[in-house]
């Protein structure tokens, strides 16, 4: 295995050097058989199987730095979640757009936080594919006693429950920071499972992936726990930080500060209603109070619940 393209290379040189990543998972040695290198082309050469872990907003950019060093035979899996910013392209779309339609691709998501997975704790996650033995060869790769890969067609169903779910973390951070309480935890979540199957059924997902570990899993993990650095934002800002000073205490990618920009702009152009997405963009981006954005969601008309 070859791990390379970090953008902070001093980091990359120290885990080559450690045996460890010491900034974020301290403690835990790589496998022997894991190489660190800041050549692309080095980490690529004579590799079918490639994995792309990197934020939705630096997917493009590092795709079309992979794109010459791929041969006939290459293979490509994801972790990117998120829409791309301004296109409202999902990961899988930029794949096509960038490197073509007939390369085997996949996405890999669910509810696993690095860390717990890191210490060897059991988890389970899906691997939607467009080859359906790229998908079987990749769970049968990453599976081992405490991993469990399951195997899906459903790209799409699996790329808008790992986008809207850190959106919808930074909220239910929010409504626990305001100390408003498990039941409006619950229903800010159940809700936000309605909000994500809206979406996603309109970009082409199917259901049973929502309500699936990629979808319902993947929510109720971020919503919940505070390994979820989606949820700690929520915290910060209920706790009268801004989103830069958030982000400077948290001092990882924020994910769902992006995606709540991308969601809303693909929401409106789908006319798709989103009021809880739509009132976390309020409080990232138009200085909403996160009191008055929850005020906001109550004082809505009342309607029948499967609407």
């Known amino acids: 295995m070859r791990l390379g393209g970090v953008r902070e290379l001093d980091l990359l040189e120290a885990m080559a050097v450690d045996g460890e990543n010491t900034r974020y998972l301290p403690g835990i040695e790589f496998p022997s058989n894991l190489k660190a290198s800041p050549d692309l082309d080095v980490c690529l050469r004579g590799v079918r199987d490639i994995l792309v872990v990197v934020p939705s907003h630096g997917l493009r950019e590092t795709l079309t730095a992979i794109k010459p060093m791929l041969g006939p035979e290459s293979r490509l899996c994801w972790a990117t979640k998120g829409f791309e910013l301004h296109s409202g392209k999902l990961p899988h779309q930029v794949v096509a757009e960038v490197l073509g339609e007939n390369l085997p691709m996949a996405v890999l998501s669910g509810p696993t936080f690095a860390k717990e997975v890191a210490e060897g704790l059991p988890t389970a996650m899906t691997i939607a594919a467009n080859d359906e033995e790229f998908g079987q060869s990749l769970a049968a790769a990453l599976s081992d006693d405490n991993f469990r890969a399951y195997t899906s067609d459903d790209i799409a169903g699996v790329e808008v429950g790992g986008a809207v779910k850190n959106v919808l973390a930074i909220g239910a951070g929010m409504c626990d920071g305001l100390g408003f309480g498990a039941n409006a935890r619950v229903a800010l979540i159940t809700r936000g499972l309605v909000e994500l199957s809206r979406l996603g059924v309109a970009l082409g997902a199917r259901q049973e992936t929502i309500m699936g570990l990629a979808g319902m899993g993947d929510l109720v993990l971020t919503c919940t726990d505070n390994l979820s650095r989606n ?4 915290l910060a800002l209920a706790s009268g930080m801004t989103v830069d000073e958030a982000q400077e205490e948290i001092q990882q990618v924020v ?41 906001a969601l109550m004082s809505r008309a009342l309607k029948p619940e499967q609407e």
């Open 231 to 234: 949820r700690r934002m929520g």
């Open 255 to 295: 994910e769902g500060v992006l995606a709540a920009e991308a969601v809303k702009e693909v929401a409106d152009k789908l006319d798709i209603e989103m009021p809880i997405c739509q009132q976390v963009y309020r409080i990232l981006y138009e200085g909403a109070a996160p009191r008055e954005a929850v005020g």
